[in-house]
């Protein structure tokens, strides 16, 4: 397995919510891609007893991003270093302007046996700093010059403190829309509750993120009411039949209802 590419750098606003969980605008192309580093710190935290290491904390603590972009828009970069852009163009910078944190994706290309892969980099939480630049006169040959830009890496305060996911995808387009869908706006988790409609059981509710799939329970686990067998899953807690099949992909948070159908 190679990387052999690097495309579709996408960002949005972030806010987070309440609890923790990441409320985007809508993806926004940051700019045609060049390069992208990435550093990632971790906790080194060790525990001894009687002269043995007990316990150890090599969590993720930070990081930071580079990136290489092949110009440095003045609507993008004013949008995330929290400048001012008028009407008629002129970017105006202040040292009270603000970077705003932002949802961060990428899509890197692989060669796996000889096929392309199309792999999905997303970062939740990011926030960028003021860029340098150097420029070079055209002399008796031409170097391309072109921007780069860094972001501090961080965790959201949700109780996983999550900061990274990936996936990876048989066709660019799949990618690309998957990129898109967790930037997209009032993107968020999600959570699935399940009712058991006088079964029981326990099965814990789940948090998905906004265009992700999950894997629904299959009713195993729970006990029928009396004279009842488990048939699915439902949107309404008046269905006589299943209406959703999983992998389930939520549109908003929802209650999904267990039917039962008399025991053959």
């Avoid at 980099?121 to 055209?138: A, H």
């Avoid at 961080?154 to 996936?167: C, P, R, V």
């Avoid at 990876?168 to 998957?178: E, G, H, I, P, R």
């Amino acid at each position: 397995m190679a990387n052999i590419g690097l495309n579709n750098i996408w960002y949005s606003p972030l806010t987070e919510g309440a609890d923790g969980t990441a409320i985007y605008e809508g993806a926004k192309q940051l700019g045609k891609a060049v390069s992208c580093s990435t550093s990632i710190t971790n906790n080194e935290a060790k525990l001894y007893g009687d002269d043995t290491l007990q316990e150890s904390d090599t969590s993720f603590a930070g990081g930071t991003i580079t990136l290489g972009v092949t110009d440095d828009d003045d609507a993008v970069f004013c949008e995330l270093l929290g400048h001012t852009l008028t009407e008629d163009g002129e970017v105006i910078k202040t040292a009270s302007d603000a970077p705003i944190y932002v949802g961060l994706g990428r899509i890197v290309t692989k060669m796996v046996s000889g096929v392309y892969k199309y792999k999905v980099e997303f970062l939740y939480k990011v926030k960028f700093s003021e860029p340098s630049k150097d420029e070079n006169t055209k002399g008796e040959s031409v170097e391309f010059a072109t921007p780069s830009i860094e972001g501090i890496i961080s965790a959201l305060d949700d109780e996983e403190n999550t900061w990274n996911k990936s996936k990876t995808f048989n066709t660019k387009s799949d990618a690309l829309t998957y990129l898109k869908n967790l930037l997209a706006a009032g993107s968020d988790v999600y959570r699935i509750t399940y009712d058991l409609m006088g079964g029981t059981g326990n099965i814990e509710d789940e948090s998905v993120t906004a265009g992700e799939s999950v894997t629904l329970d299959d009713g195993k686990n729970i006990t029928p009411p009396e004279g009842k067998e488990f048939s699915g899953w439902a949107t309404s807690a008046s269905a006589t039949t299943p209406n959703v099949t999983s992998p389930y992909t939520p549109s908003g948070n929802v209650t999904l209802y267990a039917v039962y159908v008399d025991e053959v």
